[in-house]
């Protein structure tokens, strides 16, 4: 349990805050961007939604930081590979997260106008290098460390 919580942290925190720096370097504001992952939920209602759905964005947010850590932690205890390699198993379940986020859960959830590929390059790279670094390998991490 302390694994998956701390991974958890780790990661929706990592995450989370690249996200913020990114998106605001390119003109979005904190609120607007929290607003943004409750639109998975909400719709595009999520935008009039004020700090209500901001803060629904920070409880997704980190919910999906819970189901990966979760995921990985299941993924340890039966892929003997997995739990040996933290580097390379971390990277892998950084990318294929990321992919499954995109692929799966974005296009099947509420989120206006998804796109995949990205169309801004900058946008697909920040977002596969802060999952491969940001996430999978905290996760990763804390599986070994607890």
Same mark, same amino acid.
């Given at each position: 349990? *302390?694994?998956i919580l701390t ?8 995450? %989370? ?5 990114f998106?605001s370097? *390119?003109?979005?504001r904190p609120?607007?961007i929290l607003?943004s992952?409750?639109s998975?939920?909400q $719709?595009?209602?999520?935008?009039r939604?004020g +700090?209500?759905?901001?803060v %629904?964005?920070i409880?997704?947010h980190?919910? +999906? ?5 979760? $995921?990985y932690?299941?993924?340890? *205890? ?8 933290? +580097?390379?198993?971390? %990277?892998?379940?950084g ?14 959830s509420?989120?206006? $106008?998804h ?7 900058s946008?697909? %790279?920040n977002?596969?290098?802060?999952h491969l670094f940001?996430? $999978? ?8 460390r607890?």
């Open positions: 349990m *302390r694994a991974g958890a942290l780790l990661a929706g925190v990592l995450d %989370l805050a690249d996200a913020l720096v998106f370097n *390119r003109g979005a609120v607007r607003q992952i409750a998975g939920v $719709g595009v209602s999520a935008y939604g +700090v209500s759905s901001a %629904l964005g409880a997704l980190f919910g +999906v930081a819970l189901v990966a850590a979760l $995921g932690a299941i993924l340890c *205890r039966n892929v003997r590979w997995v739990k040996r390699n933290l +580097v390379q198993g971390g %990277l892998l379940y990318l294929g997260f990321y992919l499954f986020m995109n692929l799966v859960v974005l296009p099947l509420a989120f206006p $106008g796109i995949w590929p990205p169309v801004v390059t946008v697909f %790279l977002g596969v290098l802060a940001l996430v $999978g390998l905290p996760i990763a991490w804390a599986a070994r607890f």
